[in-house]
């Protein structure tokens, strides 16, 4: 069984910064594919970012490129997505997802999932 486990989230105003993380572990597992997906109030989850293994490729939904960074620490199993100039519209429960193959910004094609981390973000 493998877990993910998010951290990080909390109520900042706009214009702050977050850092998230998310933790692995349970049987040997190294994902090819992590990302993060959030999800507000009435409206589906959305593709948030994308990290490979090595992370030397990444990708962004168009909302927060330029403001988000997702990185890896393979090491520890453990991903991040620093958030930065954070605005309300980032409002949302936070998730982290982990795939065998290389990572999409389908939520299906995702193995695993953590439980969610609450941002909240004040005008």
């Known amino acids: 069984q493998v877990q993910l486990v998010e951290s990080g989230g909390g109520l900042v105003q706009a214009g702050s910064s977050l850092r998230l993380s998310c933790a692995a572990s349970?049987?040997?597992?190294?994902?090819?594919?992590m990302g993060w997906f959030r999800q507000a109030p009435g409206k589906e989850r959305e593709f948030v970012a994308t990290s490979t293994r090595s992370g030397g490729t990444t990708t962004y939904a168009d909302s927060v490129k330029g403001r988000f960074t997702i990185s890896r620490d393979n090491a520890k199993n453990t991903v991040f997505l620093q958030m930065n100039s954070l605005k309300p519209e980032d409002t949302a429960v936070y998730y982290c997802?982990?795939?065998?193959?290389?990572?999409?910004?389908?939520?299906?094609?995702?193995?695993?999932w953590g439980q969610g981390t609450q941002v909240t973000v004040s005008s």
């Open positions: 997802a982990a795939s065998r193959y290389w990572p999409t910004s389908n939520a299906r094609d995702y193995d695993y």
């Open positions: 349970g049987r040997t597992f190294s994902p090819s594919g």
